[in-house]
């Protein structure tokens, strides 16, 4: 596509904010400011490091399919965070450049429960029906207990 970062990053906008609450949108996304559109990535400017950490952790999913919507599939997001306290000798605040993660969150996948745990059949929370009590030797001498055991000397 031959549109301009600016492009792209409103057209992103204009999806996400029909996504997610309008509180969220002004505080978010808001503040970016699309930098460049080079080879597919997508550059953006986010004020803070926890800014960045936080759009990685709740919003790089919808960051993602939009991206892909509107660059294709090859789409990347690349963030330049604003370092608080810090700027250069002309005063423009120095920027770290940071790619996106692109992982995949690592979630518990969900388990079924052989049965239902509402039903008031089970009395004791810790005996599972179902389930055989598995009796072992621990190979353990029974000389060796507390009724014979004796201190030291």
């Known amino acids: 596509m031959n549109n301009s970062h600016i492009d792209v990053w409103?057209?992103?906008?204009?999806?996400?904010k029909d996504i997610i609450p309008s509180v969220s949108y002004k505080t978010w996304f808001e503040p970016i400011i699309p930098l460049k559109?080079?080879?597919?990535?997508?550059?953006?400017?986010v004020p803070s490091p926890f800014?960045?950490?936080y759009l990685e952790e709740q919003y790089i999913d919808i960051?993602?399919?939009?991206?892909?919507?509107?660059?294709g599939p090859g789409a990347?997001?690349?963030?330049?965070?604003?370092?608080?306290?810090a700027n250069y000798s002309d005063g423009?605040?120095?920027?770290?450049?940071?790619?996106?993660?692109?992982?995949?969150?690592l979630n518990n996948k969900p388990v079924q429960v052989p049965f239902d745990v509402t039903q008031p059949s089970i009395k004791n929370p810790f005996v599972i029906p179902g389930i055989k009590k598995?009796?072992?030797?621990?190979?353990?001498?029974p000389d060796?207990?507390?009724n014979n055991y004796v201190e030291g000397e």
């Open 10 to 16: 409103n057209n992103c906008l204009q999806i996400i």
């Open 51 to 53: 800014f960045y950490e």
């Open 37 to 45: 559109l080079e080879n597919n990535i997508l550059t953006i400017q």
């Open 144 to 146: 060796y207990n507390f």
């Open 134 to 141: 598995v009796h072992f030797d621990p190979k353990l001498n």
């Open 63 to 71: 960051l993602r399919k939009t991206l892909r919507r509107e660059i």
């Open 76 to 85: 990347k997001l690349e963030y330049n965070v604003v370092l608080e306290n």
């Open 92 to 105: 423009k605040p120095y920027t770290v450049r940071y790619p996106s993660r692109n992982k995949a969150d």
